[in-house]
């Protein structure tokens, strides 16, 4: 059984940098599209960054695009999620999530994802 445990959330800054990681245990993420989520209080979860596993193609939500960068270390089995030039809208609980899928691209809808991790909160204030 999968399972997938966040870190590296904290209180920045607006303008700083924060670097979330993901590590699995119980088997290698070395099958599973990973994707990074996001829920702020009172709104819906957004999808904020997929990396597929078969070519590492990469897909973000606009809100992030040019300021987030998702990648992965197979042989580690560990996912991060580099986020730069973080805004105040950036708060919310960040979650790291895991499915397998035969696509070669990942996809941002939460829906498709059956491991989840616990969370952790990024908040982006001065």
């Known amino acids: 059984q999968l399972q997938l445990v966040e870190s590296g959330g904290g209180l920045v800054q607006p303008g700083g940098s924060l670097r979330l990681s993901c590590t699995a245990s119980?088997?290698?993420?070395?099958?599973?599209?990973i994707g990074w989520f996001r829920q702020a209080p009172g709104k819906e979860r957004e999808g904020v960054s997929c990396?597929?596993?078969?070519?590492?193609?990469?897909n973000y939500a606009d809100s992030v695009k040019g300021r987030f960068t998702i990648d992965r270390d197979n042989a580690w089995s560990t996912a991060s999620l580099q986020m730069n030039s973080l805004k105040p809208e950036d708060t919310g609980v960040y979650y790291c999530?895991?499915?397998?899928?035969?696509?070669?691209?990942?996809?941002?809808?939460?829906?498709?994802?059956?491991?989840w991790g616990q969370g952790t909160q990024v908040t982006v204030s001065s």
């Open positions: 119980g088997s290698s993420l070395e099958d599973y599209k």
């Open positions: 990396i597929s596993n078969q070519v590492g193609s990469t």
């Open positions: 999530a895991a499915y397998q899928s035969p696509w070669t691209l990942c996809s941002r809808a939460g829906t498709e994802y059956n491991y």
